[in-house]
């Protein structure tokens, strides 16, 4: 997968597969822990999107996205999966984000980890998605607007 990130490329290959489940497997317990509560009011299947997110939802989505991002077992498998990563043709791993001014890249880790994690985990999901049938349209565009 290529994508340019601040006019330069990042180029990420998809990691093998026992350390993408460990991955997906960490991400997931970190959201477990956390209690991921979503509470959609007045659901109409055929058009999702229009239905509202309870307040207590959105504070639950983001509780989970901090507990995946504070949880090391994510972070130190980000990083196995990110070393088949570069970008600016640099190798992508801690050292990548050191510089002698103390911040580096640090203001890619977010975005280059975001497209490493999503190009790992992806697979998963679309397989997921199919076998909700003829829902996965819609589970398709729920996800796609996260």
Not at 87 to 98: G, H, R, S, V
Request: aromatic share 8%; hydrophobic share 40%.
């Amino acid at each position: 997968m290529e994508k340019t990130i601040n006019g330069k490329k990042l180029e990420i290959t998809l990691s093998s597969f026992k350390e993408v489940m460990q991955l997906k497997k960490a991400v997931e317990k970190a959201i477990q822990r956390q209690g991921l509560v979503i509470d959609i009011d007045g659901v109409d299947m055929e058009n999702i999107m229009n239905s509202k997110v309870s307040e207590g939802s959105v504070s639950s989505i983001i509780s989970s996205i901090l507990a995946v991002d504070t949880s090391e077992d994510v972070e130190r498998l980000l990083f196995v999966c990110a070393e088949r990563a570069t970008y600016d043709n640099n190798k992508i791993n801690a050292e990548f984000f050191e510089h002698p001014d103390n911040t580096g890249n640090w203001e890619l880790y977010y975005p280059i980890m975001f497209e490493v994690l999503k190009v790992n985990l992806s697979p998963f999901f679309k397989g997921l998605i199919s076998l909700f049938g003829s829902s996965s349209e819609m589970f398709a565009a729920l996800l796609k607007s996260k």
